[in-house]
């Protein structure tokens, strides 16, 4: 699922200048990840272009510094499944996380206060017609200590979130294994936080991406026990000059991804040349190696580089391109070890990718659908009766939004519109209608 978005120069006020450190220092901990695929979603200001357990009864009022034990040694944070909830509005959806048709994880984040605005965890289990939610108590409303930095689910029942202040003090782990029912913290991550993901429920990894006028450091930490203590296994140089081999170069801005708890990925994008560049790792993330990767044509305007994270199905894998005003499908036979891209056919347009699996595909702009499902061999189009991607993200424009496919006839699309609605829709027939699904708390934004 990759989304992006253009503003157009000065087409809005600026914030103020503390609601954009609290939203930049929440946006950098994000992790869009979706069953198959993640989207990276980063805040464009200003003509900037960017692409797209165990049980417990009580619940503390503040999140203590929790020592790195083993999570039966960790304090439970009680049950969250209670009647007579009150969701507050304003909110925005952030990320969703379908397992089936019916099964979605859906987390808002408060978007019409600076802080003591409500956030949300909300599951569903009969697709959007009845919800819980399965938000720990003390952080219903943000602010101080108690932001949802981060959130990621593994399964229908398994998923963790980052809870802290917003980019600077202990950022608390917590998890459940039943489907929100009851949270157990278990960790502390690093102060400035970083991006979760997990390959079971013990392997996982926390990463620190650091953008810094188009070039990024990583920083890599690895937990093997569910997320109770954590190791830095990785780290880059933080200048151009500083490579060394088995490491990843400071320029350009990444993304990464794991399959499994030794093989991962580092992606590119960058703001010139092509940011065809992708490296892998084959020992959980110690060190790194270029992988082969073909020049994408033509040469993008402006840079390019992959807008979203891979999807494997075996030794076949896919992964979005972006550049300049087109995208491609970057796709792989041998397990990743070398990458060549498809192209849609037709006219070149900045489309928007979700991928389904390896080799199914669906590529919305605007109203039109372009849909594959044997890898680009053979392509087919539909109309849908819903704007499904708006390539201008100012203020008045129409809806458009992240579309993400769970099959090929079940979707979801959120319409984050700017500064007035923020929506849910689903398809149960591959995108030809959509209807709405009310998120509790995205009222009144």
Known sequence: MTLTLIREPNSQTLPDAGELLIKEARVKMRRRRLRYTVASLIVLVAGIVVW???????????PPRVKTSSPKNGSSTGPTNLAAITVLGGQSIDQVVPFGPRILWVWTTNEVKLSGGGQDIELTANAGKTWTNVTPPNLRVDGGSHWINGFFALSATRAWLIEGGAGKGPQTLETTSDAGLHWLRVGVLPPSGCSLEFVTAQDGTCSQLWGAGGSMPIGIYRTTDGGASWHKIFQSGASSASTSPGSIPFACDKSIYFENAAKGFVFFLCNGGTGAIIYETSN?????????????????????????????????????????????????????????????????LPWAIDLVTATQWRLTYQKEILETNNGGASWFDLTSDTVLMNPSYVKGAPPGGLVVFDNTNDGWLIENQYSSNSSLLRTTDEGRQWHKVRVPGTQKL
């Open 284 to 348: 959980g993330g110690v060190t790194w190696a270029p992988q082969k990767v073909e020049e994408p044509s033509p040469v993008p305007l402006g840079g390019g580089g992959f807008t979203g994270l891979p999807v494997f199905n075996g030794l076949r894998g896919a992964v979005t391109y972006g550049g300049g005003s087109y995208s491609a499908i970057y796709v792989t036979s041998d397990g990743g070890r070398s990458f060549h891209p498809v192209y849609p056919p037709g006219k070149r």
């Open 52 to 62: 797209q357990g165990s049980g417990g009864t009580t619940h503390p009022t503040s």
